[in-house]
């Protein structure tokens, strides 16, 4: 093929490009250099070892792998595990699982009941975390929450959400929060199914399931393989059930953000040993994107 | 214009109001000066920031003012808790950054000053602070709060006892006999145990849990394990003490108030905003007894306060926390408590620090102290002001002084302090036994202070 002939020569290109990569060297690169080369010390942010760090080797990754008590609660066995429950939980099941009935159910329909659910779902997803934190933390209290002054007025007593099912909590939160991702996209993906195909299907006199697992569900599964490893991805990175629960009761819902934050940020204040988990969660993403990566190179190949 | 003559005009502009500023017309600008705490008017220690901009900033501003060198102060109020105003400290202080006064737990300074945070007064504002006439009027114990190796770093604000709160009301209605002091664990217990057959909902809340904060390891941890005669610390020997039977005895009983019997209600301990709770839970009437600091009469449960208890002087008692058994406590004391300190430091980042000494000095003078113990009696740090007009505070400094003990002060100490607060945890949430929680705690205090620093008391 013949090269087209280029408005800039590569030079001028490449001036273009500096801000840019500057960008990345400053904010990206020299931070991932820095937190890599901190989690092979001791550095703290009070006491002795905040002026004076140690190179300890692999003493941090060692601790974090501790088979003894890697999974007590509080260690980051247990809050790999906490995370990988509530990835599953909230964005698999509940976000992707919501995200696709509600487009499922609206699918080819105009209205208002369209509108009002669109609306209500998008406004879940824009509205500021604290904010959103807050009213879910006034929704579960146990003692002044409103889902419990219904449940109490209709005699089902007054579950203590927060405190004896703190993970579904955080679970029912994050895929009521995140859902709109998962909905927009799988709708827009379904506009793009021809109509005829369904009409022809609905004429040979189909089911509703049998429409979905043999025209939309084999159309849209690079759709759900993108939206699936986004959300993952996001869901493994995200701190707002901080906001519900701080981790607790007794670091039950200590996902791997939280965990992070309260090794570098709270307490004992490392930040050699935070820097490790960041290495490590680092890589988990890592993985993530590269599988992403490849999907999406897979689906453009076919 | 041309862009030569626009930046000349530019030029002029800036040399003229650079002139204007060293003019005289500008001498008489005030010097900023910042103060933070954790205070806010109607909210949390409330008493400190109305004291502060009613009395203590107007008065000082206009005695610069009239000597010619005019300061203006602004209090920054922090409405979080202590742990997260510790981190933003840590935090300013590490980017020299930070508000120019800022109020200080005595149990952190070791740690700060270990991370190179915090200078000595006299280096930050000049060895004439040395000079200054409070020192005479501070007894060296209290000095101790904000002292780390033989230098101040600030001046101490007041020095708490511990002890236990509980609900004459409540108490009556259970028919035990008032004036109530108990002489054992037991005897607590069997109130508890008495209480809840009462139908009180909570008979006695002991703080336990990280969300609490030093909170736990003060008016929990320290109250029990005083009692089981041991210390967190050996200080003849410089080491800490990892295991001992005294731990076991606080963990379980630990566990025989929140797991066993149900005497005290572990969702407190466990969840976020517990400590606020329990305040709530006592002003409404459903604890029967709280183990607190001196804070929680004064402030707390005060008039004035969200949390206020009605008639607090009728409804409210108080009574020592007796050891395990009489005799049995630390120092073989039949009594414990422990107390802490906090006060106030200049931020070595201070663009001013002769400005905010002399606030400082001035707030910490007789006549603005005299003047806050009128809003809030309290164990006063200097010896020419007296608690006014409050008689169980009197009462409380007096009985409980004489037992009360401290924190080690060591850099390690607040890092082996939240292990004691995760040690409590696992207790009261029944995820581990106080064998496995005592021996994990063991591990992680090794880890912190080294295999040297640590001793094990059969």
């Known amino acids: 093929m013949e090269r087209k002939h280029a408005i800039f020569p590569a030079r001028v290109g490449i001036i273009f490009l500096t801000p840019a990569l500057l960008f990345v060297v400053v904010f990206l690169l020299y931070p991932f250099v820095r937190v890599f080369l901190l989690s092979f010390t001791n550095q703290t942010l009070l006491g002795t070892t905040a002026p004076n760090p140690e190179f300890v080797g692999l003493d941090n990754y060692q601790r974090l792998f501790d088979p003894d008590r890697w999974m007590r609660l509080g260690e980051f066995g247990s809050a790999l595990k906490i995370t990988a429950q509530f990835v599953v939980g909230s964005a698999l099941i509940g976000q992707a699982g919501m995200g696709m009935l509600i487009a499922w159910a609206f699918y080819r329909k105009r209205g208002v009941l369209r509108e009002v659910v669109f609306t209500l779902v998008i406004l879940a997803w824009i509205i500021p975390e604290t904010v959103v934190a807050f009213t879910w933390v006034a929704f579960l209290d146990w003692e002044f929450g409103t889902l419990n002054s219904v449940l109490d007025t209709i005699g089902v007593g007054r579950p203590d959400w927060l405190f004896d099912r703190p993970l579904q909590s955080i679970i029912l939160f994050n895929s009521w929060r995140g859902t709109a991702f998962s909905m927009l996209l799988f709708s827009g993906a379904l506009e793009t199914i021809p109509p005829s195909y369904v009409e022809t299907a609905e004429v040979v006199g189909a089911t509703a399931w049998q429409k979905f697992r043999d025209i939309f569900f084999p159309l849209l599964r690079g759709h759900i393989l993108t939206d699936l490893i986004l959300i993952t991805l996001w869901t493994f990175n995200v701190f707002t059930p901080f906001l519900l629960t701080g981790g607790g009761p007794a670091k039950r819902t200590e996902v791997v953000s939280i965990y992070t934050y309260r090794t570098a940020f709270m307490g004992r204040h490392e930040f050699g040993k935070g820097s490790s988990i960041a290495v490590v969660m680092m890589l988990i993403n890592l993985a993530l994107a590269l599988i992403y990566l490849a999907s999406i190179r897979r689906r453009r190949a076919t | 214009m041309s862009r030569s003559k626009f930046l000349t005009f530019l030029l002029v502009t800036i040399l003229a ?267 409404d009437g459903q604890v029967g007894m709280l183990v607190e600091g001196d804070w929680f009469w004064r402030s707390v449960i005060a008039p004035g306060s969200e949390t206020a208890v009605e008639n607090r002087n009728e409804v409210v008692g108080w009574a020592m926390m007796p050891a395990k058994e009489p005799g049995a406590g630390y120092r073989g004391q039949d009594f414990v408590s422990i107390s802490g300190g906090t006060g106030w430091l200049i931020n070595p980042n201070t663009p001013h620090p002769q400005e905010a000494w002399a606030f400082l000095s001035y707030m910490s003078s007789r006549d603005p102290v005299r003047a806050f113990e009128l809003i809030q009696p309290r164990i006063s740090f200097r010896d020419d002001v007296q608690v006014a007009g409050d008689l169980v505070m009197t009462a409380m400094a007096s009985a409980l002084l004489q037992y009360s003990t401290v924190r080690p002060m060591l850099p390690e100490y607040p890092l082996i302090s939240t292990e004691i607060q995760l040690m409590t945890e696992r207790v009261v949430s029944g995820e581990m036994s106080p064998e496995e929680a005592m021996d994990a705690f063991a591990e992680a205090v090794t880890e912190i202070a080294g295999a040297d620093n640590v001793k094990i008391i059969e």
Request: proline residues 4%; hydrophobic residues 40%.
């Open chain 2, 17 to 283: 109001l650079g002139a204007l500023n060293i003019g005289p017309a500008q001498a008489q600008e005030p010097v900023k000066v910042t103060i933070t705490c954790r205070c806010v008017v109607g909210g949390v220690n409330h008493n400190l920031a109305v004291w502060l901009t009613t009395f203590v900033i107007p008065t000082f501003e206009e005695a610069m003012a009239a000597e010619g060198t005019p300061v203006d102060v602004e209090l920054v109020e922090f409405g979080g808790g202590d742990e997260q105003l510790k981190e933003q400290y840590a935090l300013d202080l590490s980017v020299g950054s930070g508000y120019d006064i800022i109020s200080f737990d005595g149990f952190w300074v070791p740690e700060f000053v270990g991370a190179g945070l915090l200078k000595p007064l006299a280096e930050v504002v000049g060895p004439e602070v040395n000079d200054w006439e409070g020192w005479g009027h501070i007894s060296e114990g209290i000095q101790a709060i904000l002292s780390y190796q033989g230098q101040r770093y600030g001046i101490p604000a007041g020095t708490d006892v511990r002890q236990i709160f509980y609900r004459k009301d409540l108490f009556e209605q259970a028919g035990i006999a008032l004036p109530w002091q108990p002489t054992s664990w037991e005897d607590v217990l069997n109130t508890a145990r008495t209480l809840k057959e009462a139908g009180v909902e909570i008979p006695l809340q002991i703080n336990a849990g990280t969300a609490m904060g030093e909170a736990t390891t003060m008016q929990g941890y320290f109250m029990v394990l005083l009692g089981a005669g041991h210390h967190l610390y050996d200080f003849e020997d410089n080491k800490w003490i990892v295991k001992s039977p005294g731990i076991l005895d606080t963990l379980n009983f630990y566990k025989t108030v929140y797991v066993d019997e149900g005497l005290g209600d572990a969702r407190m301990q466990l969840l976020q905003d517990g400590r606020n709770r329990s305040f709530v839970a006592f002003r």
